[in-house]
Nanobody, 114 residues
Framework: QVQLVESGGGLVQPGGSLRLSCVTSSGIFSIYAMGWYRQAPGKQRELVASITAGGAISYTDSVKGRFSISRDNAKNTLYLQMNSLKPEDTAVYYC????????WGQGTQVTVSS
């Protein structure tokens, strides 16, 4: 069973930055398109960024130009660099395959507040 462990969240002021990491236990991580999702209180979970096995990247409109997704296949790790954070980015952030094929991890809380 693939395990997903997210880390790097925290409390940051508007305009600040955070870098999230997601370590997977999967030896086949490299073949999956992976994504970062977030769920704000009272809202559905949404996909905010994804990266294919070949490195093609896409972002939801609200984070374009501010967030950057990357992956290190040798370390089975997915990253999300978040810059110019806004209060509306506050959510629990999760990683998973783009098809959400794996069991969800515990997520990492990101709070943007002054």
């Amino acid at each position: 069973q693939v395990q997903l462990v997210e880390s790097g969240g925290g409390l940051v002021q508007p305009g600040g930055s955070l870098r999230l990491s997601c370590v997977t236990s999967s030896g086949i991580f490299s073949i999956y398109a992976m994504g970062w999702y977030r769920q704000a209180p009272g809202k559905q979970r949404e996909l905010v960024a994804s990266i294919t096995a070949g490195g093609a990247i896409s972002y939801t409109d609200s984070v374009k130009g501010r967030f950057s997704i990357s992956r290190d296949n040798a370390k089975n790790t997915l990253y999300l660099q978040m810059n110019s954070l806004k209060p509306e980015d506050t959510a629990v952030y999760y990683c998973n395959s783009r098809g959400a094929n794996f069991a969800w991890g515990q997520g990492t809380q990101v709070t943007v507040s002054s």
